[in-house]
């Protein structure tokens, strides 16, 4: 069973940073895709960002790119989403996301992943 716990959600000042941590179990990261989305209150999911197994290519929505960061620890079975430079346009709930079929970043993050976790919530404001 595929399970994704998400944290380090918090409250953050404008130009703060905050890294969000996401343990995968039921899956081996070395063989899924693995990405983060949000969704902001009172409007749709955005995929923020991901990684494709089938070549390790990263893949970043417009709004994230230069100020968030993708990376894996796959001996712990962990994603992570380092963010920088955060603006209250970054309120949202953060989720976790997992996927088998091997389609390319740019798929995923319109349509979205198979597997999901709980999210965790990031608010940024002074």
């Known amino acids: 069973q595929v399970q994704l716990e998400e944290s380090g959600g918090g409250l953050v000042q404008p130009g703060g940073s905050l890294r969000l941590t996401c343990a995968a179990s039921?899956?081996?990261?070395?063989?899924?895709?693995i990405g983060w989305f949000r969704q902001a209150p009172g409007k749709e999911r955005e995929g923020v960002s991901c990684?494709?197994?089938?070549?390790?290519?990263?893949y970043y929505a417009d709004s994230v790119k230069g100020r968030f960061t993708i990376f894996t620890d796959n001996a712990k079975n962990t994603v992570y989403l380092q963010m920088n430079s955060l603006k209250p346009e970054d309120t949202a709930v953060y989720y976790c996301?997992?996927?088998?079929?091997?389609?390319?970043?740019?798929?995923?993050?319109?349509?979205?992943?198979?597997?999901w976790g709980k999210g965790t919530l990031v608010t940024v404001s002074s």
């Open positions: 990684i494709s197994r089938s070549d390790g290519s990263t």
């Open positions: 996301a997992t996927d088998l079929r091997g389609y390319s970043g740019n798929y995923y993050l319109y349509y979205g992943m198979n597997y």
């Open positions: 039921g899956v081996t990261l070395d063989y899924y895709d």
